[in-house]
């Protein structure tokens, strides 16, 4: 079985490793047959594991790259909370007109994805300059969503109905 889990991992073919093993020990189709039906199993478990070494892999890599680069779990639930939370009504003055940037404190900054200024300069015979500023935030569900991942919120909670209170239980069909 053990020859067959090997092939079968490799990427043989059945008809390859049932011709292989009956030419080489002289054993019946049968034999081979449930042999490799015996080894499937195994094979899988050989790729599951693979799987599983190359996801821990994976995580080590990004936890490293995350620690060289400063990226820490609390700076993130930060910047989610900057989206999540953000007022727009920090971006502006009491009368109403745009703060300038420089204004902005660093969780209203924090909140905004751009900021376009377009200026318009009148002729000579008037006065003054004609300025248009457009502002877009992140989207704050996404913050909000992002924030309850990294939390654990809003996972769904498993509920066991015990077998003698089924009378409750409603099924809609559609």
Same mark, same amino acid.
């Given at each position: 079985?053990?020859?067959?889990a090997d !092939?079968?991992?490799?990427?043989?073919?059945?008809?390859?490793?049932a011709?292989? &093993?009956?030419?080489? +020990?002289?054993?019946?189709?049968?034999s081979v047959?449930?042999?490799i039906?015996?080894?499937?199993?195994?094979?899988e478990?050989?790729?599951? /594991?693979?799987?599983e /070494?190359?996801? @821990?892999?994976?995580?080590a890599?990004?936890a490293?790259l995350?620690?060289?680069h400063?990226? !820490?779990l609390? /700076?993130?639930? &930060?910047e +989610?909370?900057k989206?999540?939370?953000?007022d727009?009504?920090?971006v502006f003055t009491?009368?109403?007109t745009?703060k300038?940037v420089?204004?902005?404190?660093?969780?209203?900054?924090?909140?905004?994805?751009?900021?376009?200024?377009?200026e318009?300069?009148a002729?000579?015979?008037?006065?003054?300059?004609?300025?248009?500023?457009k502002l877009?935030l992140?989207? @704050?569900?996404?913050?909000l969503?992002?924030l309850? @991942?990294?939390l654990? +919120?809003?996972l769904?909670? @498993?509920?066991?109905?015990p077998?003698?209170d089924?009378?409750s239980?409603?099924?809609?069909f559609k």
């Amino acid at each position: 079985m053990e020859i067959c889990a090997d !092939e079968l991992f490799i990427g043989k073919q059945t008809k390859e490793i049932a011709q292989f &093993l009956i030419e080489t +020990y002289g054993v019946s189709r049968s034999s081979v047959d449930k042999w490799i039906k015996d080894a499937k199993p195994l094979v899988e478990e050989r790729r599951q /594991a693979i799987r599983e /070494a190359q996801r @821990k892999a994976d995580a080590a890599t990004v936890a490293d790259l995350a620690k060289k680069h400063g990226v !820490e779990l609390e /700076a993130v639930l &930060l910047e +989610y909370k900057k989206i999540g939370f953000a007022d727009i009504r920090n971006v502006f003055t009491d009368t109403g007109t745009m703060k300038k940037v420089k204004e902005w404190d660093d969780a209203t900054a924090g909140a905004i994805s751009s900021v376009e200024s377009f200026e318009v300069v009148a002729d000579e015979d008037s006065e003054g300059v004609a300025v248009t500023r457009k502002l877009k935030l992140w989207d @704050k569900k996404s913050g909000l969503d992002g924030l309850c @991942k990294l939390l654990g +919120y809003g996972l769904p909670n @498993k509920q066991e109905i015990p077998i003698d209170d089924l009378s409750s239980l409603t099924i809609t069909f559609k």
